[in-house]
């Protein structure tokens, strides 16, 4: 194909090094995106965050040169960015089901000058990721990007991932997730959300845990790395650890999360126990979440090496990872601020005054990159009152 030209209903972007042909992106007369999955090969602009992430994770994280695998690939631009923006990714892997895709990966590899490093194919995911289970085939980065829940996709990613490897997942199926429509929930991913003022958190717990059961299954622990939530979709990255120790490791992370919502208080319990019906505060009725992860989400360094690596135009991959930077990840949930002000029944105080005020009585807290006018925190519901009441 000639520099420039594009087939009908097609065009050529650029993002971050790499320029590339996909679908003109679908759009109302006024100008509303229409969803991506109605065009011949999937390509939404608005995910350009994500792959930011993924090109800063890979090049931060990694210190060896590596293959990475897209078994959902699109128009295989995540996987180009990585081996065009990182120095460590030495071979691609493309993959998408869809004969479209496939013939535009080809394309984009070509005018990229990357064809000699980029090996496409057009199978089902799970199978080609199958194919790669044996540990000679395996790949040290997987990244899985699908529309909806990335559930059926997971166990054999894990299996096509090497020791020390990492998978890094997205998920869009967030009314599901965030517990607006819960059964979903509990059929894909095997656990119970809640929908209160964190139930983004919530989601994102309830991801790694399932990422962290399927390794198990397969005799595998986690690591987690970098976990978001961005507006259309949430991601996670875990490292790997073959071995049955690892896998015990990370079971010990996966509990029970509860919620009063008389008194906000929010305690975890470990799978093996059955969390409380009801609130060792106030006595009111719990809510239950789980089994989630209730460990830490977030490697801070790592975040930090990322942030150093920013580009210019990565605002809102900027943006996320300054925050969770000094997000503390170990704190499970958090406290909208304008909830708390309306449970004290006074004027919102600035988030990082009720942060201080928490750590001057020896508690732990911090801001969330989910939400900035919120704080989490360890302390039990009537000393953050207490705080509240004592502030100017
Ligand atoms: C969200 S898009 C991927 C976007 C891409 N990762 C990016 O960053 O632009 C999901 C892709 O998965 C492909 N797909 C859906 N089901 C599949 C399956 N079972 N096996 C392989 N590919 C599949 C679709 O054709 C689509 O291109």
């Not at 991932?161 to 429509?181: I, N, P, R, Y």
């Not at 120790?245 to 126990?273: D, F, H, K, N, V």
């Not at 830490?296 to 930090?304: C, E, K, V, Y």
Request: aromatic fraction near 8%; glycine fraction near 6%; charge should be positive.
């Amino acid at each position: 194909m000639q520099e420039n030209s594009a087939p009908d209903g097609f065009r050529w972007y650029s993002e971050g090094r790499v320029r590339f042909l996909a679908p003109i992106f679908p759009a109302t007369e006024a100008g509303e995106p229409i969803a991506p999955t109605k065009i011949p090969v999937f390509y939404n602009p608005f995910s350009k965050p994500s792959r930011d992430m993924t090109v800063l994770l890979v090049a931060a994280f990694f210190n060896k040169r590596i293959t990475a695998a897209e078994p959902l690939a699109g128009s295989g631009v995540r996987g180009i960015r990585l081996l065009k923006e990182t120095e460590n990714v030495e071979e691609a892997y493309l993959n998408d089901l869809n004969p479209s895709a496939y013939n535009v990966i080809k394309l984009n590899a070509e005018a990229n000058g990357v064809a000699d490093k980029v090996v496409a194919s057009n199978q089902e995911a799970s199978l080609f990721l199958a194919r790669h289970s044996e540990a000679r085939y395996r790949f040290e980065y997987v990244d899985v990007d699908p529309v909806g829940a990335p559930v059926r996709f997971l166990e054999n990613s894990i299996r096509a991932c090497g020791h020390l490897g990492v998978v890094g997942a997205s998920a869009t199926d967030l009314a599901a997730l965030t517990g607006v429509k819960p059964r979903p929930c509990i059929r894909k991913y095997d656990a119970i959300p809640m929908h209160v003022a964190f139930s983004k958190e919530i989601a994102i717990r309830i991801m790694m845990g399932f990422v962290a059961r399927a390794a198990a299954r397969l005799n595998a622990g986690i690591e987690p790395l970098l976990s978001y939530y961005h507006r259309h979709f949430i991601r996670v990255f875990a490292q790997v650890k073959r071995g049955r120790s690892g896998a015990l490791q990370s079971i010990q992370e996966i509990g029970w999360l509860t919620y009063c919502g008389s008194c906000m208080r929010i305690e975890t319990t470990p799978l093996t126990e059955l969390p409380d019906r009801l609130c060792r505060t106030c006595g009111s009725g719990n809510m239950v979440a789980g089994p989630l992860w209730v460990g830490r989400l977030s490697d801070n360094s790592l975040a930090g090496r990322m942030l150093e690596r920013v580009g210019e135009d990565y605002d809102e991959a900027r943006r996320a990872l300054s925050r969770i930077v000094s997000e503390d990840t170990s704190l499970v949930g958090y406290y909208p601020i304008p909830l708390l002000s309306r449970w004290a029944r006074r004027s919102p105080p600035p988030p990082k005054a009720v942060i201080e005020e928490l750590r001057n009585l020896g508690y732990r807290a911090s801001q969330t990159h989910i939400d900035p006018n919120a704080v989490k925190t360890d302390a039990p519901p009537e000393d953050i009152k207490r705080v509240l009441s004592t502030l100017p």
